[in-house]
């Protein structure tokens, strides 16, 4: 039986979520019987909705190593790659356990932000090195690796989360019910970044937030919400880590709306598969979050994009669909609005550029997955 160990990001996000169960049916698939470990934070209705899954609490480092000595093979995915001090030193520790234990190692399906001290390159130069094999899921996690000088060769690939299948249509409207909202009349999902004075410093940095640009950008969202409501349902789909945040950034898009119950809160963090059905029974997105718009793309759902960093203009660019992306500095309802009239009108056109999109990430995908083989298949 094959043991093998992912890091890289947790089960606290939806996207997040996906990319951890995305190489879970990755590696079942090449080794039914493998037994999976996650270095991540808990979630209980991952645990029991997938067999033979084991969550081992990352911040407990100490109590993972048995786990890590065992293993066949060390899977670092996700997004490990930003600059803040104590996520480096965590994975300087990390990488010392994994020289000690000799597990081979293999980065697959990552992205990357911007790391500008040499600390930052030193260690994350160190895990490109010491990696047998690296898939990237972007451009930016290619670039960074590049530019900080790994010896490893890179591959650029597509995101693994192509392979996933969204949850079962009956089961989408039954959830959606649930929430008070009605599947048969047009529904307007919307996927947003917590912008907010009180997140981190270096989340501010990596999204250039300026805090005189907030009240502007919330009054923005508010009136194009307010606008499609007239003929939708318009609500929020929780992608945080915490439902705090996205309770906090219904509230702030709630002050500049007229009527504040136009705007509903979908607050239940639901399994990751399930919330993509959610995205597919959208008749558009707005979508705030980079994973919003791959799974958009992925399921036929027509989005408008706001920008918040480099990763959402590349994937936008990748679709041809630059004319629909917005920058959350300068969002401009009367704009957004506009283009949604185009894109309304391009509707069939959209769809059809989806679909090819989509089995053809698929295929990559899965052709992607293969780096996985010969550390999977005897």
Same mark, same amino acid.
Not at 209 to 224: K, Q, S, W, Y
Not at 248 to 256: E, S, T
């Given at each position: 039986?094959?043991?093998?160990?992912?890091?890289?990001?947790?089960?606290?996000?939806?996207?997040?979520?996906?990319?951890?169960?995305?190489?879970?049916?990755?590696?079942?698939? =090449?080794?039914?019987?493998?037994?999976?470990?996650?270095?991540?934070?808990?979630?209980?209705?991952?645990?029991?909705?997938?067999?033979?899954?084991?969550?081992?609490?990352?911040?407990?480092? &100490?109590?993972?190593?048995?786990? $890590?000595?065992?293993?066949?093979?060390?899977?670092?995915?996700?997004?490990?790659? =930003?600059?803040?001090?104590?996520?480096?030193?965590?994975?300087?520790?990390?990488?010392?356990?994994?020289?000690?234990?000799?597990?081979?190692?293999? $980065?697959?399906?990552?992205?990357? =932000?911007?790391?500008?001290? #040499?600390?930052? *390159?030193?260690?994350?130069?160190?895990?490109?090195?010491?990696?047998?094999?690296?898939?990237? +899921?972007?451009?930016?996690?290619? !670039?960074?690796?590049?530019?900080?000088?790994?010896?490893?060769?890179?591959?650029?690939?597509?995101?693994?989360?192509?392979?996933?299948?969204?949850?079962?249509?009956?089961?989408?409207?039954?959830?959606?019910?649930? @929430?008070?909202?009605?599947?048969?009349?047009?529904?307007?999902?919307?996927?947003?970044?917590? $912008?907010?004075?009180? $997140?981190?410093? #270096?989340?501010?940095?990596?999204?250039?937030? &300026?805090? @005189?640009?907030?009240? +502007?950008?919330?009054?923005?969202?508010? !009136?194009?919400?307010?606008?499609?409501? *007239?003929?939708?349902?318009?609500?929020?789909?929780? %992608?945080?880590?915490?439902?705090?945040?996205?309770?906090?950034?219904?509230?702030?898009? +709630?002050?500049?709306?007229?009527?504040?119950?136009?705007?509903?809160?979908?607050?239940?963090?639901?399994?990751?598969?399930?919330?993509?059905?959610?995205?597919?029974?959208?008749?558009?997105?707005?979508?705030?979050?980079?994973?919003?718009?791959?799974?958009?793309?992925?399921?036929?759902?027509?989005?408008? /994009?706001?920008?918040? @960093?480099?990763?959402?203009?590349?994937? %936008?660019?990748?679709?041809?669909?630059?004319?629909?992306?917005?920058? #959350?500095?300068?969002?401009?309802?009367?704009?957004?609005?506009?283009?949604?009239?185009?894109?309304?009108?391009?509707?069939? @056109?959209?769809?059809?550029?989806?679909?090819? *999109?989509?089995?053809?990430?698929? *295929?990559? /995908? #899965? !052709?992607? /997955?293969? /780096?996985?083989?010969?550390?999977?298949?005897?």
């Amino acid at each position: 039986m094959k043991r093998v160990t992912v890091w890289g990001t947790t089960l606290k996000k939806v996207a997040d979520e996906a990319q951890m169960i995305s190489h879970y049916e990755i590696i079942k698939t =090449f080794a039914p019987n493998a037994q999976v470990t996650m270095l991540t934070y808990s979630r209980p209705l991952v645990e029991q909705s997938y067999g033979g899954l084991i969550v081992t609490a990352i911040p407990q480092l &100490h109590k993972s190593l048995p786990r $890590i000595f065992k293993s066949d093979l060390f899977v670092i995915g996700g997004g490990p790659f =930003f600059d803040h001090l104590p996520h480096l030193l965590r994975v300087a520790a990390l990488l010392f356990v994994l020289w000690l234990a000799r597990v081979p190692v293999l $980065i697959y399906g990552v992205t990357g =932000f911007p790391v500008k001290s #040499w600390f930052g *390159k030193s260690v994350f130069r160190w895990m490109g090195n010491h990696a047998k094999k690296i898939v990237t +899921r972007d451009a930016s996690a290619y !670039r960074l690796l590049s530019e900080i000088g790994v010896k490893t060769p890179l591959q650029q690939g597509i995101d693994l989360r192509a392979i996933l299948t969204p949850a079962p249509h009956l089961r989408v409207q039954e959830i959606l019910r649930l @929430e008070g909202i009605d599947p048969d009349k047009p529904m307007v999902g919307l996927t947003i970044r917590y $912008i907010d004075k009180n $997140i981190p410093d #270096w989340v501010k940095t990596q999204v250039d937030m &300026h805090e @005189e640009g907030i009240d +502007r950008f919330n009054d923005a969202l508010g !009136r194009v919400v307010a606008e499609l409501s *007239k003929s939708a349902q318009v609500f929020i789909i929780a %992608m945080h880590p915490d439902v705090e945040e996205d309770l906090a950034a219904a509230k702030n898009i +709630r002050k500049h709306m007229a009527d504040p119950s136009q705007l509903k809160l979908i607050g239940h963090r639901y399994l990751a598969v399930e919330t993509l059905g959610i995205i597919g029974a959208c008749d558009l997105l707005i979508a705030g979050r980079v994973g919003s718009a791959f799974f958009a793309t992925m399921l036929g759902t027509p989005l408008l /994009a706001i920008s918040h @960093e480099s990763r959402m203009t590349d994937w %936008m660019e990748e679709i041809g669909m630059k004319e629909y992306l917005f920058d #959350w500095h300068s969002l401009d309802a009367g704009a957004m609005l506009q283009q949604l009239a185009k894109l309304t009108q391009s509707r069939e @056109e959209v769809l059809r550029i989806f679909k090819a *999109k989509a089995e053809a990430s698929r *295929k990559q /995908a #899965w !052709r992607d /997955a293969e /780096a996985y083989r010969a550390f999977l298949v005897d």
